[in-house]
Each structure stands twice: as structure tokens, then as C-alpha cells.
């Protein structure tokens, strides 16, 4: 039986990312980058797919903890017989990426089953296995297969049994094992070991120090912050993509096709994440994430891509794993994504608001960025009208989509602030008159008069959870009669059970089979809509239903069913976290401008 995902934590260095249970089994893991082959997959398996189990023989109660502002795991097994704290850490890389497990007795005895299985490949690949002598003369535990080194160290090693190494040992209080996992090419050296203590204690300050700078100081601090270290630890710090989620294939529907792989940057997301970040007062990062976008979409602009990998590669073919049975046998298991040669109008919109957000916050364009963005922008003059996959890329027919439309008029809105208010050169008068074009024809084919609601796209009557979006870009107040028609139509076609959907699958507009369940984001969403045109006690009310959804760790997924009351899809999701900073936000500007009257 798969491993309910509101049970596994999160660790990462902030370049490659690992999800371990909480009873002590790392069941994914990327390395050394989140779109790197998994070498442990058992998440989206079996066992012998590949995993690192570390935990109590008998039965035990699990308590966890991140330490501080950090991704240091502490988890306290409590057995009959005693109990024993297992810390976990990927620390910062250094050019090598580690995967730290320390053992300690607390009090009594702990019998612990210790368990390596490395599979690269995404388990499909058994590696050449070999006890070896590090450059210390210590020996070690070598997987090599391909490309991939993996080295074993620890105070006590496990013993081979049929392609995988187990061992059985007793933790009596006060005593101490240290395990780590290291990832290096495979044509490098074995290296030498870490001062774990003090890897610990500098990636607990690390994350501590980035905590302590945000800005945001709601009802809702704590629950911010913990998003805003998420959304810190899914940022490459080398590179400076922002990907979407650490994992792949799990599924939006348990047991479904609507499986995929989110390891990647998408514009729209990162963009999205760049304004949560700044709204809390984190202007850096937007230096990092606009350089690698220059990088990443440096050539034509008629090639602009809606995601790209992590170093900003463009090819993403997708792929099935037909080796994998799926997460609770959710197939197809999927790596890339074929949505990257989709149409979808909306992402410059996003882009451009993002790097509007910066520019007002003291970052100045470089020449290279503002180019980008006037090629951009003029590219967009020229195709504005065609249809389109729209946010949630479907796999259906093409459409007018109303939220991309409002996007579009957005990347316009902007591109003219960039040169009336900054000072920047472009074609002004051109872009200013398709603003006001686009404007109008959202107002007149995204509206339906009759119901006084705008709709998902030009020619249905439905809605769709990502018009709430349109007083959130300046398209139109939030106090407008068409937005408040709009909150009503998603209030009474797009709730379940107080969570709010995407859309209307049964329509079939994304080209898919089955069902799927509320998306988080959108039910911030909602939350945020809520605070912006007055409605605290109902934005208030959402909010804490949605907080509580999170696991014990303070993550969230990208969907939650409220049928089974479990997490599904990809986890942890930027997306969820960055709307849940957006709604906070939102929140406190309301109570703010309340008490001012």
C-alpha cells in the first residue's frame, strides 16, 4: 500500500530534493538536480525500486519536527522498549550533494532496521555495487551506473543480501550513528566524508537567516513563512530556476491518467513565485531568477517556451515509465512534459508583472532584460488573438480562454508602464491601443451578461477558478459588479465540500478522462478575492479550513480531497505555497486598511 503523501517531509539543498516517510523511508530522491533520474523511486513503486529505510523494527509512534526556519528533520520514534531521534538533512552542496542521517538514543533501547536500495534511472537501473576505500583509507559502500556515483559511509555499514544491503542494530540511550549519502560523477574520485555536526547546525543557520528577513506580519506569520522556505528551497540556487514541484506522477485522481511531471520552470509559476517572494520583501532572488530567464530564453522570441529545465534546457520530452506500477497504481508514470509546446497566451502577462513588481522595488533592468522583455512584448503584438491551451494546459482543442486574454492585456499594461513610468524605450502607442483593444474584447466575449459572470472561455457559459485572478492584475477592482458576479459563480458552480475546483471536467474541455479534485491554489484564491472586496470573516473562515489541511510539517500538495480528507498530486507544490502567501497577504492589507478606517 503506497505511503499516504501527507506522511512524507521534504529535504533539499536547493538543488536536488528528497521525500522521506515518516517512519523513516526515503522513497524519492533526485540528485544532483530536482530533473535528474530518481535513484530512489519506490514512491512511484516498490521497494525494490529504490529507497533508504532508517527506523524502528517494532511498532512506534513518530513524532517529527523541522529544526528552526529549516529543512532539518527531526523524527522521534517512540517504541515499548525506548525511543531514538533521527535527524535528516541534505546540506548545502559545494559542488557534491549529501544526504545526512544521524541515530541517537534517547532513552531505553531501539531495535533499527537500516535498508539501501539504490535503482537509478528511475528504478529501472541495478548499479555495479563494490566496498571501496575512500580517499581517507575509510571504507565505504560504491554504486556506480552510468553517469551516477552514489557512496555509502557510516559508523556501521549494512551487508549485501540479493541486490540490497541490510542490516539490524540496537541504539541504547545516549549513543550515536552517523550515515551519509554522497552523489558525485561517476568518473570522480570516492570523496571524503563531512563534519555532519557542523553541516547540520550551518544549513539549520542558513535557512534560519533567509527566514528571519521576511517582511509579512499577519494573522498568519507562521504558516507564511513555512511557504516562503518552501518555495526558497524549490529556487536552484546555482542556476536560478524555480521548478514547479520536487516530484513527478503523483496522481491528481488516485488510481487516474492526470499524472505529471513538474520538475521543471514554468514562466508562469516562477513568475508567480517572484511576486509572492517580493511582497514579503525578498528582492535578490528576483536578480538570480531574471538571469537565468535572459539565459533561458535568449534567441527568438517567436520560440518562447512556457517551461524550461532547471539549467534552462528546452527540450522536455514526455515520456511513460512503463516499469513503474504509479503512485496507489496510478498510471501512466510520466517524466517530462509535453505541455512545453503549448500556446499559452497568459505567461508573458505573468513574466511582466513579476519584473513591473522588481522594477518598482529598486531592481534595475539590465540592457539585456528590458530587450528581452520589448521582443517579448512585440512578438505577443503579433499573435495576441490566436487561441490557446490556457493556465492549466489542456490536452483538448485550443480556446479563447478568458484568463489568458486578461494576461494578455496585462503583458500590454505593463510593457506601457515600463516606458511612460521608467523611462524605458518601445512601441508605446501600439501597445497602448491593443491594451484598451484587448480590454474591450474581454468585457464583451469573456461576459456573460445574462448571468453577470465572466466565463472560462469565449464560447461556453462556464467559469473557471482563474477569473477570480482578474482584480488581482488591475484588469478590474475588486469591488466591480462583473468580479463579484464572477466570486458568486465560482462560489456556486466550483465548490466542493468548501474547496474550490479548477473548472468543470464533466464540460470536457481538457481533453481528459475522469475527475480530479479541488485545486489548492484556487481556494487561496478565493480567499485572497474574499479579503480584496471586504468579505475578512469569510476570507478568514477559508483560510484556516485550508491550513488545515497541512500536514504536521506544514506542506501542502497541489490538490486535497475532501471525500478521504488526504493530499494528492505532485508534493510540495510551489503553487499552493506561493497562494498561500498571496491570500496572507491579501489578508493583512485588509485588516490593515480596516483599522485605518
Same mark, same amino acid.
Given at each position: 500500500?503506497?505511503?499516504?503523501?501527507?506522511?512524507?517531509?521534504l529535504?533539499?539543498?536547493?538543488?536536488?530534493a !528528497?521525500?522521506?516517510?515518516?517512519?523513516?523511508? &526515503?522513497?524519492?530522491?533526485?540528485?544532483?538536480?530536482?530533473?535528474?533520474?530518481?535513484?530512489?523511486?519506490?514512491?512511484?513503486?516498490?521497494?525494490?525500486?529504490?529507497?533508504?529505510?532508517?527506523?524502528?523494527?517494532?511498532?512506534?509512534r513518530?513524532?517529527?519536527?523541522?529544526?528552526?526556519?529549516?529543512f532539518?528533520?527531526?523524527?522521534?520514534?517512540?517504541?515499548?522498549?525506548?525511543?531514538? %531521534?533521527?535527524?535528516?538533512?541534505?546540506?548545502?552542496?559545494?559542488?557534491?550533494?549529501?544526504?545526512?542521517?544521524?541515530?541517537?538514543?534517547?532513552?531505553?533501547?531501539?531495535?533499527?532496521?537500516?535498508?539501501?536500495?539504490?535503482?537509478?534511472?528511475?528504478?529501472?537501473?541495478?548499479?555495479?555495487?563494490? %566496498?571501496?576505500?575512500?580517499c581517507?583509507?575509510?571504507?565505504?559502500?560504491?554504486?556506480?551506473?552510468?553517469?551516477?556515483?552514489?557512496? /555509502?559511509?557510516?559508523d556501521?555499514?549494512?551487508?549485501?543480501?540479493?541486490?540490497?544491503?541490510?542490516?539490524?542494530?540496537?541504539?541504547?540511550?545516549?549513543?550515536?550513528?552517523?550515515?551519509?549519502?554522497?552523489?558525485?560523477?561517476s568518473?570522480?574520485?570516492?570523496?571524503?566524508?563531512?563534519?555532519?555536526?557542523?553541516?547540520?547546525?550551518?544549513?539549520?543557520?542558513r535557512?534560519?537567516?533567509?527566514?528571519?528577513?521576511?517582511?509579512?506580519?499577519?494573522?498568519?506569520?507562521?504558516?507564511?513563512?513555512?511557504s516562503? /522556505?518552501?518555495?526558497?528551497?524549490?529556487?536552484?540556487?546555482l542556476?536560478?530556476? $524555480?521548478?514547479?514541484?520536487?516530484?513527478?506522477?503523483?496522481?491528481e485522481?488516485?488510481?487516474?491518467?492526470?499524472?505529471?511531471?513538474?520538475?521543471?520552470?514554468?514562466?508562469?509559476?516562477?513568475?508567480?513565485?517572484?511576486?509572492?517572494?517580493?511582497?514579503?520583501?525578498?528582492?535578490?532572488?528576483?536578480?538570480?531568477?531574471? =538571469?537565468?530567464? &535572459?539565459?533561458?530564453?535568449?534567441?527568438?522570441?517567436?520560440?518562447?517556451?512556457?517551461?524550461? !529545465?532547471?539549467?534552462?534546457?528546452?527540450?522536455?520530452?514526455?515520456?511513460?515509465?512503463?516499469?513503474?506500477?504509479?503512485?496507489?497504481?496510478?498510471?501512466?508514470?510520466?517524466?517530462?512534459?509535453?505541455?512545453?509546446?503549448?500556446?499559452? =497566451?497568459? &505567461?508573458?502577462?505573468?513574466?511582466? $508583472?513579476?519584473?513591473?513588481?522588481?522594477?518598482?522595488?529598486?531592481?534595475?533592468?539590465?540592457?539585456? =532584460?528590458?530587450?528581452?522583455?520589448?521582443?517579448?512584448?512585440?512578438?505577443?503584438?503579433?499573435?495576441?488573438?490566436?487561441?490557446?491551451?490556457?493556465?492549466?494546459?489542456?490536452?483538448?482543442?485550443?480556446?479563447?480562454?478568458?484568463?489568458?486574454? &486578461? @494576461?494578455?492585456?496585462?503583458?500590454?499594461?505593463r510593457?506601457?508602464?515600463?516606458?511612460?513610468?521608467?523611462?524605458?524605450?518601445?512601441d508605446?502607442?501600439?501597445?497602448?491601443?491593443?491594451?484598451?483593444?484587448?480590454?474591450?474584447?474581454?468585457?464583451?466575449?469573456?461576459?456573460?451578461?445574462?448571468?453577470?459572470?465572466f466565463?472560462?472561455?469565449?464560447?461556453?457559459?462556464?467559469?473557471?477558478?482563474?477569473?477570480?485572478? $482578474?482584480?488581482?492584475?488591475?484588469?478590474?477592482?475588486?469591488?466591480?459588479?462583473?468580479?463579484?458576479?464572477? $466570486?458568486?459563480?465560482?462560489?456556486?458552480?466550483?465548490l466542493r465540500?468548501?474547496?474550490?475546483?479548477?473548472?468543470?471536467?464533466?464540460?470536457?474541455?481538457?481533453?481528459?478522462?475522469?475527475?480530479?479534485?479541488?485545486?489548492?491554489?484556487?481556494?487561496?484564491?478565493?480567499?485572497?478575492?474574499?479579503?480584496?472586496?471586504?468579505?475578512?470573516?469569510?476570507?478568514?473562515?477559508? @483560510?484556516?479550513?485550508?491550513?488545515?489541511?497541512?500536514?504536521?510539517?506544514?506542506?501542502?500538495?497541489?490538490?486535497?480531497?475532501?471525500?478521504?480528507?488526504?493530499?494528492?498530486?505532485?508534493?510540495?507544490?510551489?503553487?499552493?505555497?506561493?497562494?498561500?502567501?498571496?491570500?496572507?497577504? !491579501?489578508?493583512?492589507?485588509?485588516?490593515?486598511?480596516?483599522?485605518?478606517?
Amino acid at each position: 500500500m503506497s505511503t499516504p503523501i501527507a506522511e512524507y517531509a521534504l529535504l533539499g539543498d536547493t538543488e536536488g530534493a !528528497a521525500l522521506v516517510s515518516r517512519h523513516g523511508a &526515503v522513497d524519492w530522491l533526485c540528485l544532483p538536480r530536482f530533473d535528474s533520474p530518481a535513484c530512489f523511486a519506490a514512491l512511484l513503486g516498490t521497494d525494490d525500486h529504490g529507497r533508504w529505510f532508517l527506523g524502528p523494527v517494532q511498532e512506534a509512534r513518530a513524532t517529527r519536527s523541522y529544526r528552526e526556519n529549516s529543512f532539518v528533520l527531526d523524527t522521534v520514534h517512540e517504541t515499548a522498549s525506548g525511543r531514538v %531521534r533521527v535527524t535528516d538533512v541534505m546540506p548545502f552542496g559545494d559542488g557534491r550533494a549529501d544526504l545526512l542521517r544521524v541515530v541517537e538514543g534517547l532513552d531505553g533501547e531501539v531495535e533499527m532496521d537500516h535498508e539501501w536500495v539504490v535503482r537509478t534511472g528511475y528504478g529501472k537501473v541495478l548499479p555495479w555495487v563494490s %566496498r571501496v576505500e575512500d580517499c581517507d583509507g575509510v571504507t565505504v559502500i560504491r554504486a556506480v551506473a552510468g553517469p551516477d556515483m552514489l557512496v /555509502l559511509r557510516g559508523d556501521r555499514l549494512p551487508e549485501p543480501t540479493d541486490h540490497h544491503h541490510a542490516d539490524r542494530f540496537t541504539v541504547r540511550a545516549g549513543e550515536r550513528y552517523e550515515f551519509a549519502m554522497t552523489w558525485v560523477p561517476s568518473w570522480c574520485d570516492v570523496p571524503g566524508a563531512l563534519d555532519v555536526p557542523s553541516r547540520i547546525e550551518e544549513t539549520v543557520r542558513r535557512f534560519d537567516d533567509w527566514a528571519s528577513r521576511h517582511s509579512h506580519h499577519g494573522p498568519y506569520r507562521e504558516a507564511v513563512t513555512r511557504s516562503l /522556505l518552501v518555495l526558497r528551497l524549490l529556487t536552484d540556487e546555482l542556476r536560478g530556476g $524555480i521548478v514547479a514541484a520536487p516530484t513527478t506522477s503523483l496522481p491528481e485522481d488516485v488510481g487516474g491518467e492526470r499524472n505529471w511531471d513538474y520538475r521543471y520552470c514554468w514562466l508562469r509559476d516562477a513568475s508567480l513565485t517572484l511576486e509572492a517572494l517580493l511582497g514579503c520583501g525578498y528582492v535578490d532572488e528576483t536578480r538570480l531568477w531574471r =538571469s537565468w530567464l &535572459v539565459r533561458a530564453l535568449a534567441g527568438d522570441p517567436a520560440d518562447l517556451q512556457i517551461m524550461y !529545465a532547471v539549467d534552462g534546457g528546452r527540450e522536455l520530452p514526455e515520456r511513460e515509465l512503463d516499469h513503474l506500477p504509479g503512485y496507489a497504481g496510478s498510471r501512466p508514470v510520466r517524466v517530462g512534459n509535453g505541455a512545453v509546446g503549448q500556446r499559452q =497566451s497568459d &505567461v508573458l502577462g505573468e513574466v511582466m $508583472i513579476a519584473l513591473a513588481e522588481a522594477r518598482r522595488l529598486g531592481v534595475t533592468e539590465s540592457d539585456e =532584460s528590458w530587450a528581452l522583455q520589448r521582443l517579448l512584448v512585440d512578438d505577443l503584438a503579433e499573435h495576441w488573438d490566436q487561441s490557446d491551451h490556457g493556465l492549466w494546459e489542456i490536452r483538448g482543442p485550443a480556446q479563447h480562454f478568458t484568463h489568458s486574454r &486578461v @494576461m494578455v492585456w496585462a503583458a500590454f499594461d505593463r510593457a506601457v508602464r515600463a516606458v511612460e513610468e521608467d523611462g524605458h524605450d518601445g512601441d508605446v502607442e501600439r501597445w497602448r491601443a491593443l491594451r484598451d483593444r484587448v480590454h474591450a474584447e474581454v468585457c464583451e466575449r469573456g461576459y456573460d451578461a445574462e448571468r453577470g459572470t465572466f466565463t472560462q472561455h469565449y464560447d461556453t457559459k462556464d467559469v473557471d477558478a482563474a477569473l477570480l485572478l $482578474i482584480p488581482t492584475v488591475g484588469f478590474l477592482p475588486a469591488d466591480d459588479e462583473r468580479v463579484q458576479g464572477t $466570486i458568486r459563480a465560482v462560489e456556486e458552480d466550483l465548490l466542493r465540500d468548501g474547496f474550490v475546483l479548477r473548472y468543470r471536467t464533466q464540460s470536457g474541455v481538457d481533453g481528459l478522462s475522469g475527475d480530479e479534485n479541488p485545486f489548492l491554489a484556487c481556494s487561496f484564491w478565493l480567499a485572497e478575492s474574499y479579503a480584496r472586496c471586504g468579505r475578512l470573516d469569510d476570507a478568514h473562515a477559508l @483560510m484556516q479550513r485550508l491550513l488545515a489541511v497541512r500536514n504536521d510539517l506544514g506542506l501542502l500538495s497541489e490538490e486535497y480531497d475532501p471525500t478521504t480528507g488526504t493530499l494528492v498530486g505532485n508534493f510540495p507544490q510551489a503553487f499552493s505555497h506561493l497562494a498561500l502567501v498571496r491570500a496572507a497577504d !491579501a489578508i493583512e492589507q485588509a485588516e490593515q486598511a480596516a483599522a485605518r478606517g
